[in-house]
Structure formats: C-alpha cells, structure tokens
C-alpha cells in the first residue's frame, strides 16, 4: 500500500485554522489566538556538495515555477511559484522530498532542505532530493499583484492540492537529471507541519497513489471555530499549582466581569493597570504583540507564551517566569493546590503591570490526538506523538534533546524507509549518481 503511505508525527501541543474575526463594532475578536506556523529554520551559508564533491549552487538560491492559476481553467494562466532546492545526498532514481512552510513567506525556511529538519533526514537516508516549495498567495508567490476578492477566488485548498500535483508533474529541476523526475516516474514524499502539515494529510487523502509517502507533523486536520480548547493542553500540562492559581483568577475575573459591582470591577483593573479600558471583553483577548501592539492589554498572553515553548526550551522560558511570579512566594513554591485566588490575584496583576508586558503547542485538539478521539494508529497510517510543542519533530535538534521527539522521528524515517524499499537507490546498489 505504498499509495497510502504516510505518517502523522502529532504532537502534545500542535496548530489549527484560527479566526481573525471582528466585532460588529469593528474590534478584534477576543478568541483569536496566536498565530501557529511552522519553525523557522534558515540555513546557514555553507558550502554544499554533491556526492560527487562538485560544489552546488547556494541554498539560498531561489528558483521559480510557471504555477497555474486555476486548475480547473488552465487558460487563465501561471504565476510564478517560487521553490529552493538541493541535491546533497541525490542518486539517480532517489526520491524528491517536497515540503511548504504554508501560509509563511517561504525565504527563509532553507534549513528545511538540510538534515537540521526532518525533511533533509529523509533525503539523507534515502538518497534524495529537497525542495521548499512557497504556498501559493504567501511570500512572492502570488498569482494577482492584490488581494481582492476576485483574486482570493483562487486560494482554496483544492488549489493548493492541485499546485503540488502540477509541480510534482512538470518541475525541471536545476540538478542533473532533473528534468526526469516527475511524480509519475518517480517516488515523492510530501513533508508538513502545521497548516502543511494538515494539507500533507489531505492531499494524501485527495490524491490517493500519488506521492508515495506523507509526514505530517502536528497536522490540524480539524477547522475548529471556536477553539477554546486551545487552552486545554496548556492547563493540563502546566505545573499543577500554577493551573490551579490561574483556574481560580479567570473564574474569579469572570464573575466580576460578568455581574460584579462597578468597584469590583474597577479593583481588578486597576491591579492589571486597565484603567483606560472600555471594553472588559479586550482584556481577555490575546493577539501577537507583533501584530496587534495596540491590544497589548490582553492577560491570555501570558498563557499564549506556551505555544512559544520547544522541548529545549529551559525554566528561563517566558511561560515559566509567569508560573514563577505566581507560585514562588518569599522564595517558596506553592503545593500542588496553589496559593489560592488572594495571592495569585494580586502577583498576576503584578507581574502583568511591573515585569511581562510582553513579548508543546496547543493546537492538539485540532488533530488527529484530539481529547476523546480514538483514531488507531496503523501500519499505513502510523500515528506518533511524543512529549514536543508545536511541530517539534520537524527539527532535529529537538530528536538530540528530547528522547520522546526522537522516538516519532524515527519511527517516522522508518516507515518512510519501509514504504520505499526497493524503489530508491540503496548505497550500494543501482546505477551512481554523475554528471550528465
Ligand atoms: C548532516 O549533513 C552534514 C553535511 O551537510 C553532515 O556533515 C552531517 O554529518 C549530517 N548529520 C548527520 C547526523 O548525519
Ligand atoms: C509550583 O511552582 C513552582 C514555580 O513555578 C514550580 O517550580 C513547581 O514545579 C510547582 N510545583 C507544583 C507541584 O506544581
């Protein structure tokens, strides 16, 4: 079952469709989360070679694709879709790893050529070639020059499935033998993470027998609208007394800004410095700050600081200062039942006004490792999750210090090396790669 072949690395804290939603009044809506994307992992400048030795172009090297437009109307036209590649392991009839950042400007994820990343992993092993491929409407690779309404016709997932398809068909790469590699003589393997990881899974679904493996990392299957469950895998996993404290604020919040007296509500505001704030709603919210700096008010921050964490990340990480603050009081930590609402009250508010004003991935309940589904891990299918954040086993370093992240990957390689035995070259065997 090669056709059908692929595998969903799901992680502890994965990605999903998020709203970016107005109010009718025209402000943000409060429930749009922060946004998930795939690591940046940018190559450094090194010389590359082949395994020939003979020097290859920069990874840095930007190469372009005449896309369609529309697929189900090729007469539209093409745009130029922008890629990267390279051939470091590559031996004639080697398989062609092809992965997208998604919905990212694709420019700096060159490290997703290279065995930094799961992808360059796959090429290593089986003697392959990598390519980075822009998503279309991101970075440069737009096929109007605006964003109407007429244009954003053509960004649907369909599309975007069907960009991957044609790619793989038509592409002449710029390495030797690289006109001779289409989907239909040779085996490919799609790569993603997050969104892409989500379109890796559909695409294997939409175009059965087409690529002949998928890794999906954190693949956010599921269009969830109203994600408060975003919340979930961060209040099981944070440090217990630091759950319960925070539980016992947000009720406490809750309720006043639901039906407290006009003091009540103004004692909680002034102990976060809201004083100016009209709507009590905006103080939940929580948008990058990047983004939205006017909406820097919000306290989900403080828990959106999760998503930033990686499994290398140390107790200096933003998210434990915040616990910290909390739990640590006159340099004693709370039990496991906090300190209860009087303390964490007053230290978040502090912690909010004086030190945070800021700066595992909790899109899990958008995939496949969702709370409460059963979805069986199978030969063809596996399903691997280890104790990572968001798209954590893309990223080799993270299999070097987290031994669970490890494990996904190589079961991950496994399986992509069982799906294409005696398809690719192995070292020994087979005609060599060289120079035509
Ligand atoms: C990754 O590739 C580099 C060359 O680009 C090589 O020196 C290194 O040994 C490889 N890492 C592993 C773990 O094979
Ligand atoms: C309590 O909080 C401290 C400080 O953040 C943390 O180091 C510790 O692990 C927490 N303990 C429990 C049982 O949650």
Excluded at 265 to 270: L, M, Q, S, T
Excluded at 311 to 331: H, I, S, Y
Aim: with cysteine; glycine share 8%.
């Amino acid at each position: 079952m090669w056709s059908s072949a692929w595998t969903i690395a799901s992680f502890i804290l994965p990605f999903v469709t998020h709203t970016r939603a107005r109010l009718p009044d025209g402000r943000p809506h409060a429930n749009t989360l922060p946004f998930p994307k795939v690591p940046v992992v940018t190559a450094d400048d090194l010389r590359v070679t082949d395994i020939t030795g003979a020097t290859l172009p920069p990874l840095s090297t930007i190469y372009t694709f005449d896309q369609l437009i529309d697929h189900t109307n090729p007469s539209l036209g093409t745009f130029q879709q922008r890629y990267w590649t390279t051939w470091e392991w590559y031996e004639t009839g080697g398989p062609i790893i092809l992965f997208t950042p998604g919905e990212e400007n694709a420019e700096p994820y060159t490290g997703y050529l290279t065995n930094e990343t799961i992808n360059g992993q796959i090429a290593q092993q089986e003697h392959g070639a990598t390519i980075v491929l822009e998503h279309r409407y991101y970075g440069l690779s737009n096929p109007f020059s605006d964003l109407s309404v007429q244009s954003l016709k053509y960004h649907t997932i369909q599309q975007a499935i069907d960009d991957l398809e044609y790619f793989a068909t038509n592409v002449q790469l710029p390495m030797p033998g690289g006109n001779d590699v289409s989907i239909t003589t040779t085996p490919w393997v799609l790569v993603g993470g997050s969104y892409s990881g989500a379109l890796t899974g559909w695409t294997m679904v939409n175009k059965p027998g087409l690529f002949r493996a998928g890794y999906a990392s954190s693949a956010v299957v599921e269009a969830i609208v109203d994600y408060w469950a975003y919340f979930e895998p961060i209040r099981q996993f944070m440090p217990a007394n630091c759950s319960a404290d925070v539980e016992a604020v947000i009720a406490h919040i809750d309720s006043v800004f639901t039906s407290g007296s006009t003091s009540e509500i103004n004692h909680i505001k002034a102990l976060f410095g809201w004083q100016d704030l009209t709507h009590l709603d905006d103080a939940a919210g929580s948008f990058p700050a990047s983004e939205f700096s006017l909406l820097r008010n919000q306290v989900r921050y403080n828990l959106a600081d999760w998503q930033s964490l990686d499994v290398g990340t140390g107790p200096g990480g933003q998210f434990f200062k915040f616990c910290d603050a909390l739990e640590v009081k006159n340099g004693v930590s709370a039990p496991a039942s906090g300190w209860g609402l009087d303390h964490a009250l007053q230290a978040w508010g502090s912690y909010w006004t004086t030190t945070y004003y800021p700066q595992s991935d909790p899109w899990r309940e958008a995939t496949v490792s969702a709370d409460g589904q059963d979805i069986q891990s199978t030969p063809q299918q596996p399903i691997a999750v280890g104790d990572g954040f968001h798209c954590s086993d893309l990223l080799t370093f993270n299999g070097v210090v987290d031994s669970t992240v490890l494990a996904v990957q190589t079961q991950g390689l496994a399986s992509i090396k069982g799906w294409l035995e005696g398809i690719v070259p192995s070292k020994r065997a087979s005609v060599r790669f060289g120079r035509r």
